[in-house]
């Protein structure tokens, strides 16, 4: 395999065509902040503004302008959705909503966590970009309002009768262990790695079943046991595996091999697991016992899924040699740039149906944003460059 012509696959992917497209069509600059909503050319279809995705596009381009390369286009990209998310995206006590109208009006009323875990990274990081410590704040007190309802997420938006029957998700744990590493710089040294322990616990002890084959379940009871009910038996294998890279990236930083080696693991037997051996391509949503799915859009294939892959098998690979994930990484390489790249126009499809046919023709929704594509791209590229140099090393030695 040519890790140094990868490399430059993923990376000019990124830079030349991904990257571009959203600079050109996403910016809204008569109110502010991004437009997601985008067809297949990059033509705005509906003009409502989603918390999460405006948040992952500020964490976008403030990250690459951190680690790839000081371009002012990307910075001013990332303020300019920034200033927008300060001034209409939360309650005025950083409370976010889930959405808003073109103008910054609240739509929908602080429901979802992911409104609050994405505007922490989004200010996370463009606190290190812009060295503006008000950013910082907003970061560390809505951090600190989300470990505050890790308990109950939704807190008085719950829609469930409490009592009967009380879930807890693969989720939040799952996000958290992103998040911990994402504002590092921002939190005291014990309480971090406190974070980072619970988060691990939760993900490797709770959610991972070696009862049931090795696999990783969404939702338990609040006293970790299984529930026979839809949501009791459902297993979300793109969830899974993409967990998977944030606790190898823990496992790294922790200097914890025998996390790294165990999240390797989880992610080839999920992959197995969640693969569609008639048509290729990975399931969005099973039943643990086989039963029909909830979900009507159980068999689809997915952009982030296939993306979130690519990633944890290229890290298992990267941090224990297996070739396995080198072998899982060709075959999942091979069915995502064939069926989710756009050959005529920029940015990639997000919905296939199950036989790996382009089911929604748009570049950007509701659920869509400026995320997992240039995200993927971006950690594909680097952890090639990475396994690239590492093997030049070993053939000078």
């Keep these: 395999m040519d890790f140094n012509k990868l490399a430059n696959q993923y990376k000019d992917e990124l830079l030349g065509n991904v990257l571009p497209f959203w600079l050109k069509n996403s910016q809204d600059h008569e109110y502010g902040g991004y437009f997601t909503c985008l067809d297949r050319e990059g033509k705005v279809f509906d003009t409502d503004k989603f918390i999460w995705l405006q948040g992952r596009e500020v964490w976008l381009f403030s990250m690459l302008y951190n680690k790839v390369e000081k371009r002012q286009e990307w910075l001013d990209c990332a303020i300019q959705g920034g200033e927008f998310l300060k001034k209409y995206g939360h309650d005025g006590n950083y409370n976010w909503y889930f959405s808003l109208d073109r103008l910054g009006r609240p739509l929908v009323e602080p429901y979802n966590i992911f409104s609050y875990t994405f505007a922490t990274m989004a200010f996370g990081q463009l606190s290190l970009a812009t060295g503006n410590q008000e950013y910082a704040d907003i970061a560390k007190k809505t951090f600190e309002i989300i470990l505050s309802k890790v308990d109950n997420p939704k807190g008085k938006w719950n829609k469930l009768h409490p009592g009967t029957r009380n879930l807890k998700n693969f989720a939040l744990p799952m996000i958290l262990c992103n998040l911990a590493l994402e504002i590092e710089h921002l939190l005291d040294k014990d309480y971090l790695i406190q974070t980072m322990e619970t988060c691990i616990h939760e993900v490797m002890d709770v959610f991972y079943r070696p009862e049931l ?66 048509y290729g391509g990975i399931y969005y949503f099973m039943d643990r016992k086989g039963c029909p799915p909830q979900q009507l859009e159980w068999d689809q294939k997915l952009w982030w899924v296939h993306i979130e892959t690519l990633i944890s098998l290229l890290k298992g690979y990267q941090l224990t040699g297996d070739k396995q994930c080198l072998d899982w990484f060709e075959k999942i390489h091979e069915y995502t740039w064939e069926h989710f790249k756009d050959p005529e126009y920029p940015e990639w499809y997000g919905y296939l149906n199950r036989q790996g046919e382009v089911l929604l023709p748009l570049k950007g929704g509701k659920w869509k944003g400026c995320f997992h594509v240039p995200r993927g791209l971006y950690q594909c590229w680097k952890t090639l460059e990475d396994i690239n140099l590492g093997s030049q090393n070993i053939e000078r030695s």
């Design 213 to 278: 084959g090795g696999i990783i379940i969404e939702n338990v009871e609040m006293n970790n046991s299984l529930v026979d009910c839809f949501e009791g038996r459902q297993i979300t294998p793109g969830h899974a595996i993409e967990a998977m890279w944030f606790i190898m990236d823990l496992g790294k930083r922790l200097e914890r091999p025998d996390l790294i080696e165990k999240a390797k693991n989880i992610t080839l037997k999920m992959i197995e697991y969640g693969w569609d051996k008639e």
